[in-house]
C-alpha cells in the first residue's frame, strides 16, 4: 500500500510508539509509554545528564563519570522486567499501575543536587534529594494533567499495593539493584557485580508484600555481600571521601565570602544558593527556589571551582586548586577516633607553612566518621519465600556463615590534611 507524503505523517505518529535506548550494561532498552517517554524528554529528567552518579569517585576510578540520567533508565528497565516478572507469577497489576511505577522509579533521582550525594544538605540545608523529588514529581504531575498522581502515590508509599513501593524504593528495590551493577561496571570494581536478572526472576509477593523465592537466597546473599564491598571499595574508599569533602569546604569557604559581599565569579543560580540557607518550606513556598535548583548541575559547580581556583583569597583557592590538580590530602583511617593532640599538632603546622590564622585550619585539617551498613533487619526487611509457603526474614534462612555480621554497623574515623604539612 502507498501513502502520500500527509498521509504517512499520520501513520508514523500512530505506530511509532516504541522507543529505544542503547545501554551499556543491558543492551536495548524499550520504552513503550508516551508518557514516561514525555517526562525523559522534560528539561527537569535531562538535567540528570549532568549529574553524576558517584559525585568525585572518578578521582580514584577515571571511567566512573556515568550519570544519574543512565542510572534512572537503568532502573526503569528493571522495573519492567519486574512486573513482567510478577504478572506471570499471576499477580494482579494494570497497565495503569505498570505505567505509575515505572514513572516513580524513573523520577526517583530527580531531585539530586549537583554531584549527587556529595553536595546533598550542604547546596540547601537540612533538605534531602527524596524531598525535592517529591516537589518536582507534583510539579511535573501539574504539567502533566494529574497523570501522575498514581506515580506519586506509589512513590510515597502510600498505595494500597505496598510491593509496588518497595519496588521503587526498600532494600531490595531496583534502585539499588541497577546502582551496584551500573557502578561496578563502570568503577571496573568486580565484587560489585550482582545477578540482577536470577533476582528478579525470583521475586513473588505475598500478602501484598514483596518476597524472593528460597531458590533465590544464594543470589541474595551475593547482593548484600557486595553493597558491603562496593561500599568500602567505593563509596567510602578513603581518597573520594577526602575529595567530597575537599568540595564540601569549598563550598563553605565560598558560601561565607559571598555572604561578607565578596564578587565571587560565579553563576547566578549558585550565587543565588551560596547566599541563603534555603530550607524545606522554602522550596514549598517559593516558586523562584525551585527554578533556581532545577538549573543546577555539576558544570556549574566545576566551573566555579576552576575560576576560584585563582581566586585572590587564600583559602578558596588552594582548595580549589586541590580538587581541580588532583592534589588531594593525606588521608589516614583508622576504628577509633583521632586524638585531640594530634589535631593540634597538626593544626599549629598549618599556621606556620601557609602563614594563616590558627581558625581557618578547619578548612584544611577535619576528620569525621563513616558508617558501612550492609543490611538492616530493623528496617524493610528482605523476605524469603520457602518451598513450604512459610515467609521468614533472610537472615533466618540464610546459609551464609557471617550474615549476621552484615547487619552489623561497622563505623570508621578519618583524617584529612595538606600532604606538605609531613613532606
Given at each position: 500500500m502507498l501513502f502520500l507524503p500527509s498521509e504517512l505523517n499520520n501513520v508514523n505518529s500512530k505506530v511509532v510508539k516504541k522507543k529505544i535506548i542503547n545501554d551499556p550494561v543491558y543492551g536495548f532498552?524499550?520504552?513503550?509509554?508516551?508518557?514516561?517517554?514525555?517526562?525523559?524528554?522534560?528539561?527537569?529528567?535531562?538535567?540528570?545528564?549532568?549529574?553524576?552518579?558517584?559525585?568525585?569517585t572518578n578521582v580514584v576510578y577515571p571511567a566512573a563519570n556515568h550519570?544519574?540520567?543512565?542510572?534512572?533508565?537503568?532502573?526503569?528497565?528493571?522495573?519492567?522486567?519486574?512486573?513482567?516478572?510478577?504478572?506471570?507469577?499471576?499477580?494482579?497489576?494494570?497497565?495503569?499501575?505498570?505505567?505509575?511505577?515505572?514513572?516513580?522509579?524513573?523520577?526517583?533521582?530527580?531531585?539530586?543536587?549537583?554531584?549527587?550525594h556529595a553536595l546533598e544538605n550542604s547546596i540547601v540545608k537540612n533538605v534531602g534529594h527524596e524531598s525535592i523529588s517529591d516537589l518536582l514529581m507534583q510539579k511535573l504531575n501539574e504539567e502533566f494533567d494529574g497523570k501522575l498522581d498514581m506515580a506519586i502515590s506509589i512513590f510515597r508509599g502510600d498505595y494500597p499495593k505496598s510491593f509496588l513501593h518497595q519496588l521503587v524504593s526498600s532494600q531490595l528495590d531496583m534502585d539499588r539493584l541497577d546502582y551496584l551493577k551500573r557502578d561496578s561496571f563502570f568503577t571496573g570494581v568486580s565484587e560489585g557485580v550482582i545477578g540482577s536478572d536470577r533476582i528478579i526472576s525470583m521475586l513473588n509477593v505475598v500478602n501484598g508484600d514483596l518476597v524472593v523465592e528460597e531458590k533465590g537466597i544464594y543470589s541474595i546473599e551475593k547482593f548484600i555481600v557486595a553493597r558491603r564491598l562496593m561500599y568500602w571499595?567505593?563509596?567510602?574508599?578513603?581518597?573520594?571521601?577526602?575529595?567530597?569533602?575537599?568540595?564540601?569546604?569549598?563550598?563553605?569557604?565560598?558560601?561565607?565570602?559571598?555572604?561578607?559581599?565578596h564578587k565571587l565569579p560565579v553563576n547566578s543560580s549558585l550565587l543565588f544558593f551560596l547566599k541563603s540557607n534555603f530550607q524545606i518550606e522554602d522550596f514549598k513556598t517559593n516558586k523562584e527556589v525551585i527554578h533556581e535548583f532545577t538549573k543546577l548541575d555539576d558544570y556549574d559547580v566545576l566551573g566555579a571551582i576552576k575560576n576560584w581556583a585563582s581566586y585572590?583569597?587564600?583559602?578558596?583557592?588552594?582548595?580549589?586548586?586541590?580538587?581541580?590538580?588532583?592534589?588531594?590530602?593525606?588521608?589516614?583511617?583508622?576504628?577509633?577516633?583521632?586524638?585531640?593532640?594530634?589535631?593540634?599538632?597538626?593544626?599549629?603546622?598549618?599556621?606556620?607553612?601557609?602563614?594563616?590564622?590558627?581558625?581557618?585550619?578547619?578548612?584544611?585539617?577535619?576528620?569525621?566518621?563513616?558508617?558501612?551498613?550492609?543490611?538492616?533487619?530493623?528496617?524493610?526487611?528482605?523476605?524469603?519465600?520457602?518451598?513450604?509457603?512459610?515467609?521468614?526474614?533472610?537472615?533466618?534462612?540464610?546459609?551464609?556463615?557471617?550474615?549476621?555480621?552484615?547487619?552489623?554497623?561497622?563505623?570508621?574515623?578519618?583524617?584529612?590534611?595538606?600532604?606538605?604539612?609531613?613532606?
Open positions: 532498552i524499550s520504552i513503550d509509554s508516551e508518557l514516561v517517554f514525555g517526562l525523559i524528554e522534560h528539561p527537569y529528567f535531562q538535567r540528570l545528564r549532568r549529574i553524576t552518579q558517584l559525585g568525585l550519570t544519574r540520567f543512565q542510572h534512572a533508565l537503568g532502573a526503569t528497565h528493571l522495573m519492567q522486567k519486574a512486573i513482567q516478572v510478577l504478572r506471570s507469577k499471576g499477580i494482579d497489576i494494570s497497565e495503569k499501575e505498570s505505567e505509575a511505577a515505572m514513572i516513580a522509579i524513573l523520577l526517583h533521582d530527580i531531585g539530586h543536587g549537583p554531584y549527587s571499595q567505593v563509596y567510602l574508599h578513603k581518597t573520594v571521601i577526602c575529595a567530597e569533602f575537599l568540595l564540601l569546604k569549598v563550598l563553605k569557604r565560598a558560601r561565607h565570602l559571598a555572604k561578607e559581599g585572590p583569597d587564600t583559602v578558596l583557592s588552594l582548595l580549589c586548586q586541590s580538587i581541580v590538580d588532583r592534589k588531594l590530602f593525606k588521608t589516614e583511617i583508622q576504628n577509633e577516633a583521632f586524638d585531640e593532640k594530634r589535631l593540634q599538632e597538626l593544626q599549629e603546622k598549618f599556621s606556620s607553612h601557609y602563614k594563616l590564622p590558627k581558625e581557618l585550619s578547619s578548612y584544611f585539617i577535619f576528620t569525621d566518621s563513616i558508617e558501612n551498613l550492609a543490611y538492616t533487619i530493623e528496617s524493610e526487611k528482605i523476605n524469603i519465600l520457602k518451598k513450604n509457603s512459610e515467609v521468614v526474614e533472610i537472615s533466618k534462612a540464610a546459609d551464609l556463615f557471617t550474615f549476621a555480621s552484615l547487619s552489623d554497623k561497622v563505623e570508621k574515623h578519618f583524617l584529612c590534611y595538606p600532604r606538605v604539612l609531613f613532606a
